[in-house]
């Protein structure tokens, strides 16, 4: 088992300030650190960062103290951005499960100022609470890999102008997260996005290489339109083609409707997340989706390096 050592542990009681250094803190499920500000029913309950990392940013010159990046706890021994997200981290009396890598700076901090880089955006990770608990400085913390058979993650990003505006209610995201919810999924967020390339590109990125979610479903922005452009902003995240997807659930259109050539979406892997555009009507998704989940569980157990290539024997 991979072992560190808590060398600080880090509260504030207020958003967009350093933290301070504790002796200990208490942590509660669906909640985080009590009195910390960051805490709350989200992803991001519990900063983490290495020891060994801040070390070596300090002798670049920084000379930075515990909490100055926003972190809860320090950990020396341990490069959490090695970590694949879902492992678990079993801390004092606490148990953390890892849910997100690094996070986007929206505003560069003094840090970054003085120093051209921060270490945070970059080397951070972050945690939700499983089981209530102390932690303090000088536990130890044990890193448990995940699961193999946890059950996949997924996210849904809905593409509409006037659904961002609150112009029009969205029915086809609300439909792909029920029958991915229905086949077993864990659907960790659910957004609606304008049809704007920059905004799609920005959180496949985030969900794939932060999060690292096993599946990214969106809806819309698939058509003929000028402003529909998912298909390109999706290939240019993509680090391979997954074709075959996209295809099958072009000719499983065709046996309903002959528009369904129209559609352009796309499937591609980037890391090990599977990326799939699904058409933009709730009735076109719950026949795509429908159609494709049966054999998408094994393609994302190779991702995941749970399952062997599948192939025929003679």
């Known amino acids: 088992m991979l072992t560190g050592t808590v060398k600080a542990v880090c509260v504030s009681e207020k958003k967009g300030t350093e933290k301070h250094g504790t002796d200990r803190v208490h942590v509660r499920p669906n909640h985080g650190i009590e009195g910390d500000a ?45 970590l694949p997200v879902g492992s678990h981290f079993l801390v004092g009396t606490a148990e953390l499960e890892m849910t997100q890598i690094g996070k986007e700076c929206h505003s560069h901090c003094a840090i970054f100022k003085r120093m051209g880089e921060c270490v945070m955006p970059h080397e951070g990770v972050f945690a939700k609470v499983l089981k209530e608990g102390d932690i303090s400085v000088g536990d130890v913390l044990t890193v448990v890999p995940p699961d193999p058979k946890r059950a996949f993650t997924a996210a849904v990003i809905t593409l509409s102008d006037k659904g961002a505006k609150g112009e029009r209610t969205d029915e086809s995201g609300p439909a792909a997260v029920r029958l991915l919810e229905e086949a077993g999924y864990e659907v960790v967020e659910a957004m609606i996005l304008a049809d704007e390339p920059a905004l799609l590109k920005t959180q496949l990125k985030r969900l794939a290489d932060g999060r690292q979610v096993d599946l990214v ?74 159609s494709i989940l049966e054999p998408l569980a094994h393609g994302l157990e190779i991702l995941r390096g749970t399952a062997g290539e599948c192939g025929r024997k003679e």
């Open 38 to 82: 960051h805490a709350g029913r989200w992803h991001r309950q519990i900063s983490l960062l290495s020891y060994d990392k801040v070390k070596a940013f300090n002798e670049k010159g920084a000379n930075v103290d515990h909490g100055a990046f926003g972190e809860n706890l320090v950990v020396e021994g341990i490069d959490f951005k090695s």
């Open 217 to 290: 479903v969106t809806s819309g922005g698939t058509g003929f339109s000028m402003r529909d452009q998912t298909p390109e902003a999706t290939m240019e995240v993509a680090d391979r083609n997954a074709p075959g997807i996209a295809e099958y659930m072009r000719y499983k259109s065709m046996e309903v409707t002959s528009r369904a050539m129209l559609s352009r979406g796309v499937s591609v892997i980037r890391g090990k997340t599977l990326i799939v555009n699904l058409p933009g009507s709730p009735k076109a998704v719950k026949e795509s989706l429908e």
